[in-house]
Each structure stands twice: as structure tokens, then as C-alpha cells.
């Protein structure tokens, strides 16, 4: 698996379209997000966005009786919801057993 970083310019990587390898043709940083603009192997251009956080659990609702509080990670995440067309979120961090806040 590569690192963010490491996908640049003239780069191969599988896993942004499928399983399928792409070439990277252009690169550009909005602050964590990544986005690419790619070639597959068929000449189709394609464009994603990649964000990485290794504290995804951080994207919540915090409840205070009918109140409920959205953290910046949680307004992010909708955001890149919104305008990508695949997003996953992945944690290792044990569920609460507080539904509400998911």
C-alpha cells in the first residue's frame, strides 16, 4: 500500500479504480485531502479525492441532553461525502455501544 505521499506524477497505483492500476497525471494537496486526476489502463481520465486520518472514531456527534455538538472531522467528512464518489471510513477504535453518535 502506498503512502499519500508517494503518489505523484508519472506513479502506477491500484485501489483508486477498482482493482484496476492507474498512472497518475496530476497531483494537488487541500490540506489532508489528496486530490488525483488519473489515466486507466483503457486511456479513461478519472479524478478522486484520498484523505487519510488514523482517527476516524473523531468523526462524531457528541450529544449533551437534545443538543448535539459536530466535531470539525465530522463536518469534513460530510463535506467529502458530498462531493466524492466512494468514501470509506475505517478505525480501530472499539465501538461505544452510543448509536446516536454515529
Known amino acids: 500500500m502506498a503512502r499519500l505521499e508517494d503518489i505523484t506524477v ?7 479504480a477498482g482493482s484496476a492500476s492507474v498512472s ?3 497531483t494537488k494537496w487541500h490540506g489532508n485531502v489528496l486530490e488525483v486526476t488519473y489515466r ?3 486511456a479513461q481520465p478519472g479524478s478522486d479525492l484520498l484523505y ?3 482517527e476516524a472514531h473523531m468523526m462524531s456527534i457528541t450529544v449533551w ?3 448535539a455538538r ?3 472531522k465530522y463536518n469534513l467528512g ?3 461525502a458530498s462531493i466524492t464518489r466512494h468514501f470509506l471510513l475505517l478505525t480501530a477504535t472499539p465501538y ?3 448509536e446516536e453518535e454515529f
Open 78 to 80: 460530510i463535506m467529502l
Open 70 to 72: 459536530y466535531t470539525k
Open 65 to 67: 441532553g437534545s443538543e
Open 96 to 98: 461505544n455501544g452510543k
Open 24 to 26: 497518475i497525471i496530476a
Open 40 to 42: 486507466t489502463s483503457s
Open 52 to 54: 487519510r486520518d488514523d
Open 10 to 16: 508519472g506513479a502506477t497505483v491500484s485501489g483508486i
